[in-house]
């Protein structure tokens, strides 16, 4: 099944031709599928993978994430400015070259927002299918401010994308 609603970009769900030919309806925890070229170097990074030691996104089995935070719970003015402020944090590490996965994304409100993927901008929100209620006005500013940051790195990876950013070292001058 071909997908993938981005211009140039073909996705594939792989799943059923891997499961076929690696002869497994599913992986344990530990398992590992191969090739006979699979070399020392491809080792070492998977056993990075999974491991709680070297991969910062390792949950232990029945682990979760999903439910520790509750973001529809009513937030005080005080708190919003320190959401904000970690994001604001997150974002400049994002400015200096640590990936979106491991600064942005990481913030539970900006994740709630953008999953499953809005289609229209009133759908961008934690908190959907419920209208704002008394005692919510910080969602409303909180979503305001994760809207700004959202689509700021969208139009950094835009322009950057299409080369309309350049630096100075991209540059060779000859005399």
């Not at 682990?63 to 935070?69: I, P, T």
């Not at 997150?90 to 990936?99: D, R, S, V």
Request: glycine share 10%; proline share 3%.
């Amino acid at each position: 099944m071909g997908g993938g609603d981005q211009q140039g970009i073909m996705a594939f769900d792989v799943t059923s031709k891997f499961r076929a030919a690696a002869g497994v309806t599913a992986l344990e925890l530990g398992e590992l599928v191969k090739d006979g070229f699979f070399s020392l170097f491809e080792s070492v990074g998977a056993l990075e993978i999974m491991d709680p030691k070297m991969d910062s996104g390792c949950l232990a089995p029945g682990e979760s994430l999903d439910e520790d935070y509750d973001v529809t719970r009513v937030l005080s003015p005080g708190e919003v400015i320190g959401i904000i402020d970690q994001m604001f944090c997150l974002e400049m590490a994002w400015y200096q070259g640590y990936p979106l996965s491991q600064t942005l994304l990481t913030n539970v409100y900006i994740d709630r927002m953008l999953e499953p993927e809005p289609m229209v901008l009133g759908d961008a929100d934690f908190i959907r299918g419920k209208a704002v209620g008394e005692g919510e006005t910080m969602h409303v500013v909180l979503r305001a401010y994760c809207l700004g940051v959202v689509k700021c790195c969208w139009y950094i990876n835009d322009r950057i994308k299409f080369e309309h950013y350049y630096e100075v070292s991209f540059f060779f001058f000859f005399f």
